[in-house]
Every structure is written in C-alpha cells, then in structure tokens.
C-alpha cells in the first residue's frame, strides 16, 4: 500500500481550500468572463450617478422655463417700448406734414386764380408739385413704419 494512499475505513484528513490564491495564481472570480465585485460595485454607483442626473432634469427644465418667461417678458416691455416710441415719432412728423400739405395745397390754388404767364406758373407749381410729391412719400413711409410696428405689437399679443 502506498504511503500517500488512505486506508479503508479510515477518513482522508481534508484541509479547507485556500480561498485566497497563492502568490502568481489567479483568483476564481478574476476570470474575464465573470464580473468582479468592484465592477458591481463602480457600476452602482455609475447607476446612481446617472439617476441623479436624470432626476435632475425637471429641476433643470423648471430653471429654463423660468429664464425663457423671464426673457419673454422683457421682449414683450421693449417691443411695447418700441410701438410707443413709433406712435410718437410718426405722431410728431404726420403734424407738420400736414401744415407743409396744406400750405402746399393753398399756394396751388392762389396760383391757379391768376392769370400768370405759363413761364411763370411753372416756376411757382413746378416746385409746389414737387414739395407735394416728398410730402407724400414721406407720408406712406411714416404709414409703412406704423404698419410694421403694428405687426410687431400682433406679434407680442400671439400668445
């Protein structure tokens, strides 16, 4: 019988497996294949990184929200800004436009009563016609202008 064979009847002395590998030799569970526990443990925590980042989305949306109604609200007060700025310009310049128009129109009216040589009654309705004529294209630009403000206050009142 061989020395390093056990006798029948008798038990093998069995020693507890290292669990810890010697030195050189790979643990079980450093297989490539198989996770190791930091691994589990780097993804927990990666896991619960990206749920805080996703639970901070509606906190993060509600901070936008209240930057763009924020920002909204001071383009509404200076398109309103504008639109009254416009108002009073295209107010102040429609007054004289008007007196310049009228006294426009009373000196073609004096020139047409006299019996004035067709020299002369060009001379003084050529550059009546052609004062007339600024006056009210000067006039639809101040129309345009309004026009495009009033487009702009439609715009601010959409919503």
Known sequence: MAADQPVLGQR????????????????PWAASDRPR??????????LHAALADVEAIPRTLQA???EIRAALIVLRQAIRAQDDFLHAVAHDLRN?????????????????????PSIEAERLVGPLVAIDGAVSRTAELIDHL???SWRLGDLDDSD
């Open 12 to 27: 093998e002395a069995r020693r507890p497996a290292n669990p810890l590998p010697s030195e050189g030799a790979s643990a």
């Open 37 to 46: 526990p930091s691994d589990a443990t780097e993804a927990g925590v990666r």
């Open 64 to 66: 936008h929200d209240d």
């Open 96 to 116: 004289p436009l008007a007196a310049i128009r009228g006294q426009v129109q009373l000196l073609q009216r004096r020139a047409g009563r006299f019996d004035l």
């Open 146 to 148: 309004l026009d495009a």
